[in-house]
């Protein structure tokens, strides 16, 4: 079983920036690919960015390229999720998710709880 378990979340205001953690507890968490999730309030959860076991690709929404950087610490069983040029459209709740195979944007077999984010203008 994987426990994934986000921090990092918070209020900052348009323009700040945050680091989300998402500590993983599972034997070999090297080799599971990792991605994060935000759901906004009346919308649906979307796909924000994933990572590779490796950490070499990456992949990421058009609406936070440019603006947030996933990855990896393999030996730390962690990943990250820089956010810079927060917008007020990135207030959502922010998900870890983890796959054991190959997949980018659908298909995660484990989440995490969750870790709120909310920007203020």
């Known amino acids: 079983q994987v426990q994934l378990v986000e921090s990092g979340g918070g209020f900052v205001q348009a323009g700040g920036s945050l680091r989300l953690s998402c500590a993983a507890s599972?034997?070999?968490?090297?080799?599971?690919?990792m991605g994060w999730f935000r759901q906004a309030p009346g919308k649906d959860r979307e796909f924000v960015a994933s990572?590779?076991?490796?950490?070499?690709?990456?992949y990421y929404a058009d609406s936070v390229k440019g603006r947030f950087t996933i990855s990896r610490d393999n030996a730390k069983n962690t990943v990250y999720l820089q956010m810079n040029s927060l917008k007020t459209e990135d207030t959502a709740v922010y998900y870890c998710?983890?796959?054991?195979?190959?997949?980018?944007?659908?298909?995660?077999?484990?989440w995490g709880q969750g870790t709120q984010v909310t920007v203020s203008s």
């Open positions: 990572i590779s076991d490796s950490g070499g690709s990456t």
């Open positions: 998710a983890a796959n054991p195979a190959w997949t980018t944007r659908v298909g995660y077999d484990y």
């Open positions: 599972v034997r070999s968490a090297s080799s599971y690919y």
